[in-house]
T-cell receptor
Framework: EDQVTQSPEALRLQEGESSSLNCSYT??????LFWYRQDPGKGPEFLFT???AGEEKEKERLKATLTKKESFLHITAPKPEDSATYLC???????????FGAGTRLFVKA | NAGVTQTPKFQVLKTGQSMTLQCAQD?????MYWYRQDPGMGLRLIYY???????DKGEVPNGYNVSRLNKREFSLRLESAAPSQTSVYFC??????????FGPGTRLLVL
């Protein structure tokens, strides 16, 4: 069964304290792995798409990486405005279905 | 460009009542989706429409129906609401099977 697991469930950081969020997946035929940011009371907002192992993408303080079994979202010198829930999702096999992880809630304290 | 819009933002229903959640997108996307999001769980796909005129079941379709009214609009109907359908509902759209663009959500409480 296709599965996406995110860890930790919650992460509390001080401003400037770099860390990583993990997304491990078990799917057949990965077509794409996505990272989204979700603020309280809002819909998810797209961050990155990764297609193959070894691929990396960056945006401001965020960097996403992909291996054959997992993806990491690295946050460098986070700021309070980076506080949000980060969702990982995969598309696999054929068709239009996307499987989402439960998310990691990130809290960054000034 | 409003992106994906959803109405209503919030709704309270009694068990057994029916309602329709509306979704519209102005990005000329072919595919549209309905998800529900519950605490501690990922977004779960209810139904999707790969293109105008087609709809398919997702992971949790029981108790729901959908209509792809035209390319812009995709509605979700609860015929007889149950407390287990208390959730936040998100509509999304995509040009192809890639990045999904989400609406702001509808918060539904069924008493």
């Amino acid at each position: 069964e296709d599965q996406v697991t995110q860890s930790p469930e919650a992460l509390r950081l001080q401003e400037g304290e770099s860390s990583s969020l993990n997304c491990s997946y078990t799917v057949s035929g990965l077509r794409g792995l996505f990272w989204y940011r979700q603020d309280p009371g809002k819909g998810p907002e797209f961050l990155f798409t990764l297609y193959s192992a070894g691929e990396e993408k960056e945006k401001e303080r965020l960097k996403a990486t992909l291996t054959k079994k997992e993806s990491f979202l690295h946050i460098t010198a986070p700021k309070p405005e980076d506080s949000a829930t980060y969702l990982c999702a995969v598309q696999a096999g054929g068709g239009f279905k996307t499987i989402f992880g439960a998310g990691t809630r990130l809290f960054v304290k000034a | 460009n409003a992106g994906v819009t959803q109405t209503p933002k919030f709704q309270v229903l009694k068990t057994g009542q029916s309602m329709t959640l509306q979704c519209a997108q102005d990005m000329n996307h072919n595919s549209m989706y309905w998800y529900r999001q519950d605490p501690g769980m990922g977004l779960r796909l209810i139904y999707y429409s790969a293109s105008e005129g087609t709809t398919d079941k997702g992971e949790v379709p029981n108790g729901y129906n959908v209509s792809r009214l035209n390319k812009r609009e995709f509605s979700l109907r609860l015929e007889s609401a149950a407390p287990s359908q208390t959730s936040v509902y998100f509509c999304a759209s995509t040009a192809r099977e890639e990045t999904q663009y989400f609406g702001p959500g509808t918060r539904l409480l069924v008493l």
